[in-house]
Every structure is written in C-alpha cells, then in structure tokens.
C-alpha cells in the first residue's frame, strides 16, 4: 500500500512537473513569460553540434550511394544489419558483366580474335569487381562505421542531454515566474489596510515567496549542474572532427587503392590486346573490311602504332599486288572469322595464296586454301616474299 501510494505521489508530481513546463514553453512562445539565455559559447557549441549532425548524415548517406548504387540492395543490407545477421553475398555489376563477357568469348570460340579479346576483358572486369569489393569493406569499416557511430551514439547522448537541459531551464524559468508573482502578490496585500485578514494574506503570500525563492535556488543549481554536463559533452566535437578527419584520409586512401588497382588492369588488358587488329569486321558490314584501306596514305610498310596501343600490320607491297594479275604466298597475321559464305576463315601464322579480282574493293584480296577460296581483308596478311 505505501508503495502505492508513493507511484501515485511520484506520478502527480511528474504530471505537475510536465505542466508546469508546457504553460512556461507556451507564454514563452506567446511572449508573456521571460527566458532565460544559454552563454556564447554554450550557444556555438549547441550550432557545431547540429551542424556536424546534419552534414555527417548527409556524407554517409551519399557515400553508401557511391559504393551501393542499388537501393534495393542497401535496404536489404540495413534489414540484415539490425538483425544483426550477414548479408548474403552478391555478385556486383563489373563481375556480372565480366562473366557475361567469359560466356560470350566461350561461345563465339577462344580461338577466335573476338572470343579471345572477350574472354581477356571479362576476366578483367571480374578483377575490377574484387577490388570494387574490396573498396566497399575497406570504406565501411574505415569511413562510414565511424560516422555512423557518431549519429546513433555519441550525438544521441548530447540529444538527450540538450533536451534535459530544455527542461532545466524550463524549470528555472517557471520558478522565477512563481517566485516573482509571489512578491508581486506579497507587495499588493502589505498595501492593503485592512485587518486581521489581510494581515494573515501577508504572512501566506511570504510563505510563498520563501519557498518559491528555495526553489528558485534548487532550479538554478540542477540547471547550472546541466548546463556544465551538456558544454562537456559538446567541447568533445572538437574531436569527433579530428577523428573524422582520419577516417577520411582512410577513405581517400582506399579509393586511391581501388583506382590505381583499375588503372594497372586496364594497362595490362590494353598490352593483351595489342596484338588484335584495331577494327574487328562486323557480320553486318560484309563489304567493309575490318581493318583501314590498304590504299591509304597512312599505311606504310612497317606497323603503326595508334595512340591506345593497338598495332596494324599492312605491308605495302600487297597494295602492289592489287595491280597486277599474279598470285602470291601470304601468311596470316591474326584469326578471321568469316562474315558469310563469300569470306574466307583465316587462322594467325597459317600460309595462303591470293591474288587480286578486277571490281574486288581495295581493302581485300581473293584468298585460296587447297580448295577453298574466298575473300580476305588485306590488314590481316603479310605479303612473302
């Protein structure tokens, strides 16, 4: 029964408590009460606090964009995150793309120019989604666990302690307001000049401004007590920025790492790939040959070197060839599907006759294989002697 009765005491003082606070917030907001002022620098620190909240949402929330593209997928990592589960694995795009790319050069034939430079990017791909892999854990154990600690822990700590000192001052306000409609009501009844009755008014309105002025003292004390926890706990973001400010280095670092990583990839599929001809013939552009005229004033009689380090081979004595009636011995320099039943399928390092056709365009030549013939791209042989 007693403790009852204290839960009943303790919640009548709680609800007393919160009403005193909502009518001085409201006079406040109505301009009828006065408010007491935080300091300066209690004030700036409170404005350095909120700032670094809203910025640090902001940059985890776009970084986890950057290294997540797909919402679908950052929801469900933030779903097995609270059940504290781990996320299944997932293939990225850059590896998805690489195996497409496997699956494509397998089918179309290894030997092939085209399967064999597919094969040779889809296994780089798949190296660039290791190391965007990588780039992800290293960044969200580094960067983004940081910040994200700094929102759900230490800046919900000063949340709660501003709010407490919110109702602080709330209560020191609402007990200045007390204390001062006390002495305000003491001065009306000591000018009063009545009797008995009013001289008992006296004694009452003074014991109300004796205990309204104690209690102004114990408000003032808990309020001052709030205000040193809450400028503590603000001094410290200070801090909070230096050790962000590692964890961002630690950030450029990985991406540094991710892009060097991307770079040496792509440098050593450039290097594979130069032994393939610059232009590959497509099977819908049967009267183009896959490679530049032969009849043009930048072939020479040496390879030429484009900027992205590709190597063309076209000697010029096949452009002799083309002017006269003869037959030569010609050896292929790389594997050539043919586009369709007037072509001729060449094979890298094989020995085949050719020889020119009246109206034949000037980027082929008529090629024969035993029994077999049919047209060849120039760009793909070298003339022997």
Request: negative net charge; charged residues 25%.
């Amino acid at each position: 029964m007693n403790i009852m009765d204290f839960n009943v005491k303790k919640l009548a003082a709680d609800a007393g408590t919160f009403l005193s606070r909502a009518v001085q917030f409201t006079e406040e907001k109505l301009g009828q009460a006065e408010k007491t002022e935080l300091d300066a620098h209690l004030e700036n620190l409170l404005s350095k606090a909120e700032c670094t909240k809203i910025w640090t949402e902001k940059i985890m929330k776009q970084t986890e964009v950057l290294l997540q593209p797909n919402p679908n997928a950052r929801i469900e990592e933030f779903v097995y995150e609270k059940l504290d589960r781990k996320a299944p694995s997932r293939i990225n795009n850059p590896e998805l793309l690489g195996q497409y790319m496997i699956d494509a050069g397998t089918e179309f034939g290894p030997g092939t120019a085209y399967g064999n430079a597919l094969i040779k990017c889809g296994e780089t791909q798949k190296r660039i989604g290791t190391a965007d892999r990588e780039l992800i854990q290293t960044s969200a154990l580094n960067f983004l666990t940081p910040l994200r600690n700094f929102i759900e822990g230490d800046y919900k700590t000063i949340a709660k302690e501003r709010k407490l000192l919110q109702n602080k001052r709330l209560d020191l306000d609402a007990a200045k307001t007390r204390l001062k409609k006390a002495k305000a009501a003491e001065t009306r009844a000591s000018q009063l000049n009545s009797a008995r009755l009013e001289g008992d008014n006296i004694m009452i309105w003074a014991e109300e401004v004796t205990k309204s002025e104690q209690e102004l003292r114990i408000t003032q004390s808990e309020f001052d007590r709030q205000a040193e926890i809450t400028r503590l706990l603000l001094e410290g973001i200070s801090s909070t920025h230096a050790h962000h400010l590692r964890c961002l280095n630690d950030f450029v670092e990985a991406q540094m790492t991710y892009y060097a990583q991307c770079y040496q990839y792509m440098l050593d599929l450039q290097k594979q790939l130069g032994s393939f001809p610059s232009n590959y013939c497509n099977n819908n552009q049967t009267s183009v040959a896959p490679a530049p005229s032969a009849s043009s004033n930048v072939i020479g009689s040496s390879a030429l070197s484009s900027t992205s380090g590709l190597v063309i081979t076209s000697p010029s004595n096949l452009i002799d060839l083309k002017e006269c009636s003869g037959s030569r011995k010609a050896r292929v320099l790389y594997d050539y599907d043919a586009a369709n039943s007037s072509e001729l399928s060449l094979l890298a390092d094989e020995v085949i006759t050719v020889f020119s056709v009246v109206g034949m365009d000037s980027d082929w030549l008529m090629g024969e294989r035993g029994n077999q013939k049919g047209r060849v791209p120039i760009t793909y042989l070298e003339l022997l002697n």
